[in-house]
């Protein structure tokens, strides 16, 4: 008989602000009981979710049932900065080539997007949520132009289009003058990322999909041909089980010292009102990623998406522990405060709404976890800071091996080698996040 047991989930200091802007949510009741399924799903993310989605299309008679430790899209998936992104973007490299097969990668990452359209479309999930805008690699120095022109000769060489953005093109769809330069890339969907969670989780509900919130995992116990799960109130029983809670597997007992848990921060202004907008000016909706991947991420949003505001982010923390406290997310608003008045001087001291952490996770070779991990267990994990397209790819792909499809996803994962083990500690976690401030401060500008 195999049994795990599970330890302490990660700590998110702050709220989902996406989430919080959207104002309520539909409740799903915590599990209770003893119930027994096909499928259960653990985490409600954008693997999870897109795991549950995909079983139902392969086995639409199977009854699923998907927990998760807390509120739909109050978890990671509801903290990230919502960009869909299809070419590389690797962020252990200087500009975000890839160091493997490129055109594969773009290749399934798209399949990700298709997927994710098809789910708006057939969800009638609201389309300000999924837009497809592009997104600007932006350049504050000589030295990030050169990464960006790196970068756009690398996707020349895969035959994708680019475009190169003066600073007047810059300051006219930002407002800001901040950047010298911009490669502009159509390619990436601008997600509302509690918005498409939440619509994602509504048209689950309506296919006949079963979700329990708060309703954290404590142990899987292997009980002859079936798994079961049990949680704080109740317990299910099921032949397959699928993982999609990207660093927290560590917690599970896979993977121990091979996966970085790493926490971003951001922060979010409150509505900007019409004077505001005024001296802003720029566009109504735009993403701007750093062309140094440790620079810092600005998005303006608009009604549709939850109010004329701008997200910045920046400042990592490496925690093996999956924890940081509000001394870390206030830290880092700090250094996020500074950045927004670089940016936006007319707006200098605006004091922001919201602040938070999110967690992510990556490995020392830049793999997921996506494969069986004993008989009818799989997992949907690790998503190295790509949690909206890699997340999707990954539960895909786990919904696929739990029931014996065989896929471009299935094989390129498979084929993935283990992570690679992490230096001991204490080593890891102070050289690591000494290595973090450094990068960061050398992309201060960024």
């Known amino acids: 008989m195999t049994h795990l047991q599970t330890d302490k989930l990660s700590a998110l200091p702050g709220p989902a602000a996406w989430n919080a802007i959207l104002g309520p949510a539909p409740d799903y009741a915590p599990l209770q009981g003893a119930q027994t399924a096909?499928?259960?799903?653990?985490?409600?993310?954008?693997?999870?979710?897109?795991?549950?989605?995909?079983?139902?299309?392969?086995?639409?008679?199977?009854?699923?049932?998907?927990?998760?430790?807390?509120?739909?899209?109050?978890?990671?998936?509801?903290?990230?900065?919502?960009?869909?992104?299809?070419?590389?973007?690797?962020?252990?490299?200087?500009?975000?080539?890839?160091?493997?097969?490129?055109?594969?990668?773009?290749?399934?990452?798209?399949?990700?997007?298709?997927?994710?359209?098809?789910?708006?479309?057939?969800?009638?999930?609201?389309?300000?949520?999924?837009?497809?805008a592009g997104k600007v690699n932006g350049a504050a120095s000589a030295t990030a132009h050169a990464h960006n022109e790196s970068y756009a000769r690398h996707l020349a060489s895969l035959g994708e289009a680019s475009e190169m953005l003066d600073a007047k093109a810059m300051a006219a769809l930002t407002g800001s003058h901040h950047y010298q330069s911009g490669l502009y890339t159509p390619g990436t969907v601008m997600l509302q990322p509690a918005g498409y969670i939440r619509g994602l989780a509504a048209g689950l509900a309506r296919d006949a999909v079963t979700i329990h919130e708060n309703s954290a995992v404590l142990s899987l116990t292997r009980e002859g041909q079936a798994w079961k799960v049990t949680t704080r109130s109740g317990e299910i029983s099921a032949g397959r089980v699928i993982l999609t809670v990207n660093g927290h597997l560590e917690s599970f007992g896979f993977e121990k010292g091979r996966l970085m848990q790493l926490f971003l921060y951001a922060v979010m202004t409150p509505e900007l009102d019409q004077d505001a907008l005024a001296k802003l000016g720029g566009q109504d909706r735009w993403g701007i990623?750093?062309?140094?991947?440790?620079?810092?991420?600005?998005?303006?949003?608009?009604?549709?998406?939850?109010?004329?505001?701008?997200?910045?982010?920046?400042?990592?923390?490496?925690?093996?522990?999956?924890?940081?406290?509000?001394?870390?997310?206030?830290?880092?608003?700090?250094?996020?405060?500074?950045?927004?008045?670089?940016?936006?001087?007319?707006?200098?001291?605006?004091?922001?709404?919201?602040?938070?952490?999110?967690?992510?996770?990556?490995?020392?070779?830049?793999?997921?976890?996506?494969?069986?991990?004993?008989?009818?267990?799989?997992?949907?994990?690790?998503?190295?800071?790509?949690?909206?397209a890699r997340g999707t790819l990954t539960g895909i792909g786990a919904a696929e091996l739990a029931c014996g499809v065989q896929s471009p996803i299935t094989r390129h994962f498979t084929a993935e080698a283990k992570p690679k083990r992490l230096p001991p500690q204490p080593f890891q976690q102070l050289g690591a996040n000494a290595v973090l401030r450094w990068k960061e401060w050398t992309a201060r500008a960024e």
Not at 84 to 90: C, K, R
Not at 108 to 126: K, P, S, T, W
Not at 295 to 305: E, F, H, L, N
Not at 322 to 345: I, L, N, S
């Open 38 to 132: 096909d499928v259960v799903v653990i985490g409600a993310g954008f693997a999870g979710l897109s795991a549950a989605r995909r079983v139902r299309q392969i086995e639409p008679e199977a009854k699923v049932v998907l927990l998760d430790a807390s509120r739909i899209a109050e978890g990671s998936a509801g903290r990230n900065s919502g960009f869909m992104i299809d070419l590389p973007h690797e962020l252990t490299s200087d500009d975000y080539a890839g160091a493997g097969d490129d055109r594969a990668m773009i290749s399934l990452n798209r399949d990700a997007i298709a997927f994710a359209a098809q789910a708006v479309d057939e969800y009638q999930i609201d389309p300000n949520y999924f837009d497809r």
């Open 289 to 388: 990623t750093p062309s140094d991947p440790m620079g810092t991420t600005v998005r303006r949003i608009d009604t549709g998406q939850g109010g004329n505001r701008i997200v910045t982010r920046t400042c990592a923390t490496l925690a093996p522990g999956r924890r940081v406290g509000p001394g870390h997310v206030a830290r880092a608003a700090r250094v996020m405060q500074k950045k927004f008045d670089t940016r936006f001087p007319k707006l200098a001291g605006m004091q922001m709404q919201h602040a938070w952490a999110g967690h992510l996770c990556l490995t020392l070779n830049g793999v997921s976890v996506m494969r069986q991990l004993d008989d009818g267990l799989y997992s949907g994990c690790v998503q190295n800071g790509l949690g909206t």
